[in-house]
């Protein structure tokens, strides 16, 4: 009986021990099946990881766990294994694994989990890099940014309006659009007309003795007996030792536009600033128009609207008061020449700023001296304002450097610019107020400047006397 109790306890106890070898043999078979899974995973994940070249990782897209590409993604990870996602490893961690670059980050290859907050990582803030120019000059925000020419388009619009309303009004007075007695060769108005829509006119701005105002005159809106037609009496208003054709005009009936608030002293003071905007002519219009469209436009995108209107009229009011200083008293003046001076004085100022920085400086310096001198000879023909370009040059170059905006590197340099500058727009002050009284003292051109004349004329064949006559 105590044998049989024994071996049935034998029994039992190798029955344990065999159900204790199965479960060791299954939990054993278990732990091999899932470090194969587990290797599968990291080579799948591997194969799944993109290594990009220099290119920026995609944006990833929002999140949506109802997608089906929600689920997909987090089906790439087992539930039980997403908790345990190792964070990024420290750069000596990725110093010593060798890591793969994905565009962004480098990642080990003995991660074993795969993260998606690594996979799709933020891009970087962007960074503002200077906008090389043609010449390799640095564009920064600051110093060289395109702003809309405004001035030069406003202009532009106001001058064609007084090129149409000169025609307009040529035809109200002399029955012709344009002059044809003598033939006016820019195809314009009369000089009378010009006159009376606002030319600068001495006579009409302070007393003169040639022309006073108790004087008579032929009236703007005569026209020539004896011919078929209508057609201009007369270039200027003459005195009273010329025979008048129909009734005679005063000083006042020649000007027009506004009455002399004292009948006996012309006052149209803004004339310096309206003749600005007239031209003689179809001709003399598309010329100013070509330089002011090109030339004036891209020096306003440059500089901006209000520093570029202020030097443009600076230059241009002054080109009238010089001329109106040193040229004939009886010469009516128009045009925008003198503003456009002014531009091609802000050239120069723009080319020795940027001279260290540009392409062929003396290649480009030689074409403005070519340009300025051509404009300047071309001054010199009869019917041109030589007078008002150097004047327009003069004061561009001034007021060009107050308000042209001029780079500095050091505190010290912009010290020095502004002490440049104070002591301009003194000197520009001083030149306004200086030719204004001047112009108003009445003074006789050849008594100021006798050899001045030949700015504004050619000695052939007395056409300086001519000039002056």
Request: aromatic content about 14%; some cysteine.
């Amino acid at each position: 009986m105590l044998e049989n109790i024994l071996s049935k306890t034998n029994d039992n106890h190798s029955s344990q021990a065999n159900l204790l070898n199965s479960q060791h043999q299954q939990s054993g078979s278990e732990g091999i099946n899932t470090s194969a899974m587990r290797e599968e995973q990291e080579q799948q994940q591997q194969q799944r990881s993109v290594q990009f070249s220099d290119a920026p990782a995609p944006t990833p897209p929002a999140h949506d766990a109802s997608s089906p590409a929600s689920q997909s993604r987090d089906n790439l990870v087992p539930q039980e294994t997403s908790r345990n996602m190792s964070p990024m490893p420290s750069p000596q961690q990725q110093q010593q694994q060798q890591p793969y670059y994905n565009g962004y980050q480098s990642y080990s290859a003995q991660q074993p989990y795969y993260n998606y907050n690594n996979y799709y990582p933020t891009p970087p803030p962007h960074q503002a890099v200077p906008v090389m120019m043609g010449n390799g000059k640095p564009e920064h925000f600051w110093y060289r940014r395109s702003w809309p020419a405004v001035w030069t388009y406003l202009t532009g619009a106001a001058m064609l309006g007084m090129l149409v309303y000169e025609l307009v009004k040529n035809h109200q007075v002399t029955g012709n659009v344009i002059e044809m007695s003598p033939f006016n060769i820019m195809i314009g108005p009369s000089s009378d007309t010009l006159i009376l829509v606002g030319a600068r006119f001495v006579p009409c701005m302070h007393e003169t003795t040639h022309f006073p105002t108790s004087g008579t005159y032929q009236c703007p809106n005569m026209t020539d007996y004896g011919q078929t037609g209508a057609t201009a009496p007369t270039l200027t208003p003459v005195q009273t030792n010329t025979t008048l054709v129909g009734p005679p005009c005063t000083l006042q009936d020649v000007c027009g536009i506004s009455t002399f608030e004292d009948p006996d002293v012309p006052d149209q003071w803004y004339r310096f600033l309206t003749a600005i905007f007239l031209h003689s002519g179809v001709i003399h219009w598309l010329f100013n128009m070509f330089v002011h469209m090109s030339l004036g436009a891209s020096m306003e995108r440059f500089m901006n609207p209000i520093r570029y209107a202020i030097v443009w009229l600076a230059s241009g009011a002054f080109g009238f008061i010089f001329g109106g200083v040193f040229a004939p008293v009886g010469n009516a003046s128009v045009g925008c020449s003198g503003a456009l001076f002014g531009v091609v004085a802000l050239l120069f100022i723009d080319l020795f700023t940027q001279w260290r920085t540009t392409l062929n400086p003396w290649w480009e310096f030689t074409k403005l001296i070519f340009l300025m001198l051509f404009s300047f000879v071309f001054g010199l023909l009869p019917g041109l304002d030589n007078f008002a370009h150097i004047g327009g040059f003069v004061a561009g170059l001034f007021s060009g450097v107050i308000f042209f905006p001029i780079p500095t590197a050091t505190r010290t340099s912009k010290v020095c610019l502004w002490v440049v500058r104070l002591i301009l727009l003194g000197g520009l002050v001083g030149m306004f107020y200086g030719m204004i009284d001047v112009f108003y003292s009445g003074q006789d051109p050849q008594e100021i400047c006798p050899w001045c004349k030949y700015l504004a004329c050619l000695p052939i064949a007395d056409m300086c006397e001519a000039y002056y006559a």
